[in-house]
């Protein structure tokens, strides 16, 4: 009996050390990860193609997590910069999407999961007391809800973030990480002479 608890106090030791060795062969990738570029070469010309590496398919669209932090100008900046426009959520099937995606980018803070935020392409006009996309068009209210962002002092303006399937007002100003997204293009009829 004495042999059998020695032998599995032996195995539970490396096992330890093999969980201890693993943990930190990931940190060290998820380090190396961070530092890749975030722009492709190009995205997919047609469906039947992946999309290129850090970008995530759903469908006929390819979306960027970004590894970087920008203000949401910045973010608008850095999509355009490469073609591709910020995220704009159009339907309940590309948000469920997003949201589970968004799971997949957090850090271990102490043990305890912080999961990242992620600025979107929608901002709040002043003018006409409304939460807009980039492309001008009004949130629809069937997605998710925003307060009335009048009352909220953001210096820099209000945006909003998407953080582990929550959706918030931030200030424009702040640092976060951007999604990005692009749209298939549609195949372009060949000439024919």
Known sequence: MRLEVTDCGREQQKLTEQVEGLTQQLLSCQAQSVDLPDRPSELPPHQGEKCPSRW??????????SPERRTWEQCKSSCISQAVGMLMVKNLEEWDFINHELFQYYEDRNSTVFYHRFWIGLSYHTETRKWVWVDGSALSTSLFELTDASHLSYQGGACVYVQAGAVKPGDCGETRFCICEKKKEPPRAKKTD
């Open 56 to 65: 995530s398919r759903m469908k006929d669209r390819s979306y960027l997590f």
